[in-house]
């Protein structure tokens, strides 16, 4: 009875091997038709894509001897690019240094100025997208909304606010407030809205829901589970995406000043009109730097903020 008990639960388990190792392979040659399927479609819309997007032109490009040929659109342009960063590209001397980079930096006092004011255009439309973002951002979650009724004016109106470029809002708000800072301000603030509020929305959606059911079944309103089960959790998150926003709103709003939102865009349009293009490699350095600034003390603020300097 033993012997018999034995031989049936092998049986048993070298059935149960060879089902396991059947589905295996079933499933293993699914994943490769779907990965096979999935690549062949990725490439077909690569292709249509740079095809549409001209990535095979040809067009004729006059030679250095004055003749004209017909070439490749990329190999034709690459030469071009490299004599449109060539003229950017100021002339410094060591003998002469202090007077070259005087002389490229000639309207500084003015850019200064504008710097000023972009920081200025950034800081407050983040502050505008971060209180949009953040209230929206609850009944915007899944999780966390009264009713799909809410949770669908929310989204909507979310997307409708990150899908319109910061340019064309600051067309409208331009249209509407004349130019000026005000413009830049809004334009860049709405759009930050948008953004931030689908990213703290995600964050939303990955909570620990436990703390918010304490809350409500300590008798906790709508709003007590969100201030008191929530919004502990997501902080750290919201600190990282509004100071990496910060930093996205300073490029942006220097260059919504090119329509007359303000900011230091206005001097990439004149430099651009009167092809003054070292002042475009010099408005370059100092919104390179300025970014780099601000990424630095973002950093250093996020760590301190979340706890990580102590342990740096």
Sequence with gaps: MAMQTAISSDVTS????????????????????????????????????????????????????????WMWVIPAGIPRLG?????????????????DLANWFWRWPVWMNLLFETILIAFMATAFGVFGGFVLSFPAARNLTPNKYVLWISRRYLEIARTVPELVWALIFVFCFSVGPMAGVLAIGLHATGSLG????????????????????????????IRYGA??????????????????????????????AGGLGQEFRTAMSFQEYTDLSALFVIIFFTVMIIDYLSEKLRHRVIGMGERS
């Design 198 to 225: 689908k990213l703290y929305s995600e964050v939303n959606e990955n909570i620990d829901m436990r703390p918010l059911e304490g809350v409500k079944a300590a008798g906790g309103s709508w709003f007590d589970q």
């Design 14 to 69: 070298s059935t149960a091997i060879n089902d396991f190792e059947r589905d295996f392979a079933e499933h293993r040659r699914r994943t490769r038709l779907y990965w096979a399927v999935g690549t062949l479609m990725f490439f077909v819309i690569f292709y249509v894509t740079a095809l549409i997007g001209d990535f095979f032109k040809v067009t004729q490009v006059s030679l250095p001897d004055g003749s004209r040929e």
């Design 83 to 99: 004599e449109y960063i060539s003229q950017t590209i100021p002339h410094l001397s060591w003998d002469t240094l202090g007077a």
């Design 231 to 260: 919004v502990p959790q997501i902080m750290p998150n919201i600190i990282s995406y509004t100071l990496l926003r910060f930093e996205i709103n300073v490029r942006a709003s220097s260059i919504i000043g090119y329509v007359g």
